[in-house]
């Protein structure tokens, strides 16, 4: 139980296959000896009453990591939806499995957003020029308008919510047959506001071989807690 009597659950997709990492389920990919799952598991746990985990269909928890598990969904959005009908909890953060390196400022700063909005989100404002390809995919030529960047954050996890908000909105959006790519995004379907709450540029998601390549590089780094007593950096401003 928190301060005020309110109990917060961790809530942790990792029931994805890892497609574009091409390993098996990513969540389990370890990297300097510790899986993925293992690493955010570790780094929500000191903040919250329990945690839960989606796993895929088959898959057990691995024995280092102290929590309970949900059989996920076929979609990121069906396996929160899995862990939020299985936790009482008053408040919720969740938070990818394939995002290892999680500040403890930042699980703070969300929690403490959460509780008082309802909703919040880790994210950083975006730095680099955004274009929409064009005819030919990933490396078409560039097509239409420059978008403007300003004011444009990118989303990280974890994701903090008031369990009845979020709840409320994933069923809304089952019954309505409406997909998003987060959490926050469902809440913002409904109207609801979501605060942004700086996020650290070490919360990348392991998406690809060279998101791994560099979570190899920085877990040393990250396992000496060099950066134990930093508060958030690269936060930077809108
Ligand atoms: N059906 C799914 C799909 C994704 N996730 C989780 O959602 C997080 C973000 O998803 P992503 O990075 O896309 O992971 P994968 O779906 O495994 O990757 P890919 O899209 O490359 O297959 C991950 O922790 C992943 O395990 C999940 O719980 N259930
Ligand atoms: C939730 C998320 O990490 C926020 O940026 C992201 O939307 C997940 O996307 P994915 O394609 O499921 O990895």
Known sequence: MRPGGVRVAALIPAAGSGTRLGLGPKAFVEVAGRSLLGRSAAALAPHVDEVLVALPAGLDLPEDVPARAVTGGDTRQASVRALLRATRADVVLVHDAARPFLPGAVVGAVIAAAREVGAATAALPVADTLVRAGPGGDCGTLWG??????????????????????????????????????????????????????????????????????????????????????????AGGA
Do not use: N, S, Y
């Open 145 to 234: 308008t420059l978008t403007p960047r300003e004011g444009l954050w990118a989303v990280q996890t974890p994701q903090g919510f008031r369990r009845d908000l979020l709840l409320a909105a994933h069923e809304a959006a089952l019954t309505d047959g409406f997909a998003a790519t987060d959490d926050a995004g469902l809440i913002a379907r409904t109207g609801g506001a979501v605060r942004l709450v700086p996020g650290d540029a070490r919360l990348f998601k392991v998406t690809t071989p060279g998101d791994l390549a560099l979570a190899q590089a920085l877990a040393p780094v990250w396992d000496a807690q060099v950066w134990e007593t930093d508060p958030v950096w690269d």
